[in-house]
Structure formats: C-alpha cells, structure tokens
C-alpha cells in the first residue's frame, strides 16, 4: 500500500505562475498603471534624446540665418523641443558646444572663442571688469544669437512632458525677422485667423440667433407647464436690481451673554458635563498613601 | 628624484593604464603579463610624446576573451538553443583624449565598435560625460544600433588605482550559467531569493557584471577563516 501523507493539502498556488488569476483584480490594474506611467515617461526621455541628436546637426543647410531660418526648419525645432524642460535645452546647448557649434539650434555658425585658452576671462559690463568662466564666453557665435536662444527657453515647461495636462505648452514663439514667412507655412495660425474672419461675417446672423433663442426659451416654458401670463419658473425677475441701502443703528452692538450655569459649559467636554466628586478623590489618594505606609515591613 | 623627471598626466596616465589591463584580466581577457607590470620608463618610452604628455591615441588596445571566460559567458543549452554561442567576444579599449564627451563622441564610439566587429567596448574618458550620453548609453544596451555587448564608460579618476585590492573589497568571482544552476538548486533557491548587488556597484562595474549574473563573494572571517556569499545582479 502507499504510504498516505498525514499533512494537509495545500490549495495555495505556488507564487509566480504565470496565467493564474491575480489574487487582488485591482492590485494588477495599481501595477499596470504605474507601469504605463513609467513607460510613458521612458518614451518621452527616449524621444527627446532623439530630438537632440537631430538638432545637434542644424540647421539642414550650411549657410542657413539664425534670424531669417527655413520654414521646415523652424517648423521642425519648434515641434521638436516641446517635450523640452529647460534643463534638456540646456543638454542641447551643451551638446551642441562640445560638438563645436553655436548653442542655437538654428544657427549654423561656430561658437565664439575666448580671446586666451585661460580658464577665467575678464571681460568688460557696464557693471565693470568681471571675471567669468571660459566656458560661459565660448557658448553662442553672438549676443544676438543668445538672446534667440534664450527667448526660446524661457517659454519652455519646468513641468516634465511626462506629467504635463492639456495642450498649454505647445505654442513657443521664434524670435525671427521672417515671421510673415513662417506663419504662412503654418497650418495651426492659418486656422486661427480663417476662424476670426468668419466671426466677423457672423456679426449679422446674431440677432436671428438671440430670436430663435427665445422661442427656445418659450417652448421650455411650456414643457415645465407654465401659463403664458405667470411668472415663469425660470425667470430673472426675482433677482430686483434696486439697491436698498441698510440703515444702520446707534444702539451698540449687545455682546452675547454666557448662559447661567458657566462654570458648567467651561467644564463641558463635547456638550457632556461630567459628574464628578473632585474632593472625595483627594481624600481617597489620602487614605492611599497611609495604606501604601502600613505595608512597609518594620 | 625620479618622479620629478616625468610629467604628472604622465603618470597618471600610467597608472590608469596598468589598472584599465589589470582589469581586463580579472575579467578573463588574455593580457600580457608585461603590461600589468610595466614600468614608468617603459611607458614613458613606448607612449609618451616629445613634450611629455602621454599619446592618447596610442593607448587604445583590444582584447580577446581566455576560454575560461568563453566557457564561464556560455549561456546555458535550452531546447530550442541546444549549442548556445559564448555571450562575449572581442573587446577595444579606447581612451579618449577630448576634453568633454558627448553624444558626438559617443556615437563616433559606438559606430567604431560595429565597423570594427567588436563584441563590445571601453571608454576611457578625462572628464564625466555629459548627461545625455549617459542616457543615450543607458538606451543603448538594447539597442539594435549599438555592439551586442555593450559599451561601458569609465573616467580616468576611477581607474587611477585598482579597487579590488583594497583589503576592505573582498574577492568577487563571476558564476558561470551552470554554476549558478547548481547553486540554485543546492539552496532550493530561486534566483529572486538571493542577496542582490547593483550592477552600478563599483566592483560590480569594475568586473563588467551584467543584469541577471550570480556573482560568489569570499570574504575573511575570523570564526570560519573563509566565508562565501552570492549575490545577484540587478
């Protein structure tokens, strides 16, 4: 005969296998949410790496002007750094130095050389001579191309991509000298103002509008069954527009008065007053210590 | 003194040299003796330029794995792999003479290694690279455009002296695929159940050690003499 086995069978699955039924339904949709979270934001970093190795290499042309760029161009940087936070425009700033270029992606041009290879410079503000490192000499090819660069990056969102809500962010502006261009070529603007025009047609059709609105009105007041000559439900004329003014009064303002019994409610806790014989206590605690003395041995 | 007669970077350089060898070693590669031992005149006369400095561009070596190590990286045999190849091969060491290093360099790097053939790859740099290459690195292990084995990235700063021979590191030794199978069933382990060990862990990144890896861990012990423990690589 076969030796039976006296312990008891365990129904528990074994952990780990794959294709049985969670314990916890909503412990894997708490997993699968945060894992979507985090992918989410792996995809995001993954693309804005993308976008910097791209705009390491521009502008498409080698001669191309920071302050008149392509259309393409400009489309393309301004679509391409909206994931940026300010601390990646800065990596592609960086990027772009190492690899000998002005920081400004639309610039062509080689960035500036400090006037020695010393490691601090002076250089003349209006606040004086200040010493500053090399490298800050050595980021733009010009004054003018910092400042396009910058007023770019001033527009972008601390928040990460990853966390952002809604579309706000997604309108940067170029600091360029062609924007009549660069605005023909874009789809979003050219909607914009086709939508203004057409308001302006509207102008007209308002009034057949606010008719029909009150017929609307009309209609729903007989839905609701109201008569034609009553006061309708819905109506605005409850709320007067005559302003009465409040007179006020000489008599001073009486301060409120506690109730009787105060030294009760002062005892109150939440409302309840509890009864207690405070000076029995105390002569108990009395007896307690003389008992606390018979006990003592000798 | 001697000292005074060779440039700093020069010995630095050298320093950083011998350890970068040494390490290969320890990891299994096929190294010269001579190289580990070399001496300050011997380098300064194999690498160093006419004003001092070390020659960079003259340091770069590659490496071939020893068939210990070839037999230690073998996958196991499954059923649908029954011959599984060695996950290691060929390995070039470059030391980078830039400045900064970033994805421009990086990129030069990895696009070498795939032209080159090479399983996977060593950079040497003076300075940190920047934080995106760091990223584009992080990326690029499974990445199709990059070598098989990887590509690791060490600053010379780490390198000036070898870690693992500091009394306080004990001595670390990698478990092969049948190795690390014997263990887990000797213990009636799973492999989750065992101590772990970053692979940012600086001997862990000294040794190469890669995600999934058991390594077995011998340190001094004043009641057992010798006490061994393993940890896995996450």
């Keep these: ?298 | 003194m001697e000292d005074t007669k060779y440039n700093n970077s020069l010995i630095r350089m050298w320093r950083v040299w011998r350890t970068t060898k040494e390490m290969m070693n320890e990891r299994g590669y096929l190294v010269v003796e001579d190289d580990m031992t070399i001496s300050l005149e011997d380098f300064a006369r194999r690498y160093a330029r006419e004003d001092g400095e070390p020659d960079r561009s003259r340091l770069n070596f590659s490496c071939q794995p020893s068939e210990e190590m070839l037999v230690k990286y073998t996958p196991a045999p499954t059923k649908k792999d029954p011959n599984p190849q060695p996950a290691i091969g060929t390995i070039w060491v470059e030391f980078n003479s830039d400045e900064n290093v970033g994805l421009k360099q990086l990129r030069d790097y990895m696009g070498h290694l795939l032209n080159g053939s090479f399983y996977s790859g060593i950079m040497v740099t003076v300075k940190p690279m920047t934080g995106m290459a760091i990223r584009l690195l992080r990326g690029a292990t499974g990445m199709s455009d990059g070598p098989k084995g990887g590509v690791e990235v060490f600053v010379e700063q780490d390198l000036l002296v070898n870690i693992t021979k500091h009394e306080l590191v004990p001595k670390h030794v990698l478990l092969s695929a049948r190795e690390k199978a014997q263990l887990l069933e000797r213990y009636r382990l799973k492999e989750t159940q065992l101590p772990r060990i970053q692979s940012t862990d600086p001997v862990a990144k000294f040794l190469g050690l890669r995600r999934g890896a058991v390594v077995k861990i011998i340190r001094k012990s004043e009641t057992a003499g010798r006490y061994a423990s393993y940890r896995w690589v996450i």
């Excluded at chain 1, 940026?84 to 990596?91: C, E, G, K, L, N």
């Excluded at chain 1, 527009?155 to 952002?164: I, S």
């Excluded at chain 1, 019994?261 to 307690?288: C, K, N």
């Design chain 1, 1 to 298: 005969m076969q030796p039976k086995s006296i312990l008891k069978k365990t129904t528990v699955p074994t952990n780990g296998a794959p294709g049985t039924k969670p314990v916890n339904q909503r412990h894997l949709h708490v997993a699968l949410h945060h894992a979507n979270l985090i992918e989410q934001r792996k995809r995001v970093e993954a693309e804005v790496l993308d976008s910097i190795m791209t705009l390491m290499d521009y502008p498409t042309a080698p001669d191309a002007d920071p302050k008149r760029p392509t259309p393409a161009d400009a489309q393309f940087f301004r679509d391409a750094i909206i994931p940026f936070q300010p601390s990646d425009y800065d990596a592609l700033i960086e990027e772009r130095n190492i690899a000998d270029k002005c920081g400004y992606a639309l610039c062509p041009r080689p960035k500036k050389k400090a006037r020695s290879t010393a490691k601090k410079q002076f250089i003349d503000t209006e606040y004086g001579v200040e010493i500053v490192d090399k490298k800050v000499l050595e980021v733009w090819c010009s004054d003018d191309c910092a400042k396009r660069a910058l007023y770019v990056k001033v527009q972008l969102d601390e928040e990460p991509a990853w966390m952002r809500q809604g579309g706000h962010g997604d309108k940067l502006e170029l600091m360029v000298d062609n924007a009549a261009d660069l605005h023909k070529t874009l789809p979003l603007r050219l909607k914009k103002e086709a939508a203004v025009e057409k308001s302006k047609d509207d102008e007209d059709d308002i009034e057949d509008a606010w008719a029909a609105r009150d017929d609307a009105m009309q209609d729903l007041a007989v839905e609701r069954g109201e008569k034609p000559d009553q006061v309708s439900k819905a109506n605005n004329e409850l709320v007067r527009d005559q302003i009465t003014e409040r007179t006020p009064s000489d008599v001073p303002p009486q301060p409120p008065t506690l109730p009787s019994q105060s030294l009760e409610h002062t005892m109150a806790i939440e409302g309840h007053v509890p009864r207690h014989d405070r000076r029995a206590e105390e002569d108990e605690e009395e007896d307690d210590l003389q008992d606390w003395e018979k006990h003592l041995p000798g």
